[in-house]
């Protein structure tokens, strides 16, 4: 899975290209597990995997650095992972004089080695919101995203600066079938908001129409 999907996202990062790479579909279906899976061994998911890469082009000096930042979108919110401190508050996405958009006050961390990664990458995985459902006795009611930052020079020599977005959704869910209440209703039906308003960016791309990235904070996020 990784040489097929992240592997050809990489390379062209390395080169200077902002990327994103989503797991998407209905809860339950795995996409937790094929993109965040193990953090050490055999079963591995892509996202440490895309950590260690970064790590190798590191250490044969092809790329100059690597940062990264976690963060959660939950109910139209964004949160740092980093820290269940820095959790507590409410994040918001400013914009750059040359369009690029940004969090503010979003914890960076740079990317140094693989065991400082994981440290990290399990605490935000431990905070992120998750509740259990008819389908899913461990279902996230947010969308996980982690973003490398790289820099380096390309083969032209071009020095370039490139970020490579890779998030975990939460899945699309009928209440009917999931049999939440309350909390995790609003929960629900804020997911599936916010995985329409992606769809509808998405295809507006494909069909080469302007698409309204600022409908929505998860679509605002990955503008870049």
């Known amino acids: 899975m990784f040489e097929q999907t992240a592997l050809p996202l990489l390379e062209s990062l390395c080169k200077g290209f902002n990327a994103t790479l989503l ?17 050490v061994g055999d079963s591995q998911g892509i996202i440490p995997r895309v950590a260690q890469y970064l790590l190798d082009q590191l250490e044969k000096n092809k790329l100059d650095q690597v940062q990264f930042s976690v963060l959660e979108v939950y109910l139209g919110e964004l ?15 400013r914009e750059r004089p040359n369009g690029e958009t940004f969090v503010q006050n979003l914890r960076t961390f ?3 080695d693989f065991d400082d990664f994981v440290k990290r990458f ?12 008819r389908q899913n006795d461990r279902s996230s009611r947010s ?16 020095r370039f ?13 009928r209440v009917s079938k999931s049999g939440v209440e309350g909390k995790e209703f609003e929960q629900a039906v804020n997911i599936n908001l916010d ?30």
Do not use: M, W
């Open 110 to 112: 740079s990317l140094v």
């Open 195 to 224: 995985l329409h308003s992606l769809r509808t960016v998405v295809l507006r791309i494909k069909e080469k129409a302007f698409p309204s990235f600022r409908e929505n904070a998860l679509t605002r996020l990955l503008q870049n």
């Open 143 to 158: 969308h996980l995203i982690v973003t490398f930052r790289v820099q380096g020079v390309n083969s032209q020599g071009v």
């Open 161 to 173: 600066d490139s970020l490579f977005n890779l998030g975990d959704l939460s899945g699309s869910e």
């Open 23 to 39: 797991a998407y579909g209905q809860t339950g279906s795995g996409k937790t597990h094929t993109i965040c899976g193990d953090l």
């Open 79 to 93: 949160y740092d992972l980093s820290s269940r401190t820095q959790n507590l508050a409410k994040l918001a996405i």
């Open 122 to 133: 399990q605490t935000a995985s431990e905070i992120r919101k998750v509740a259990a459902t």
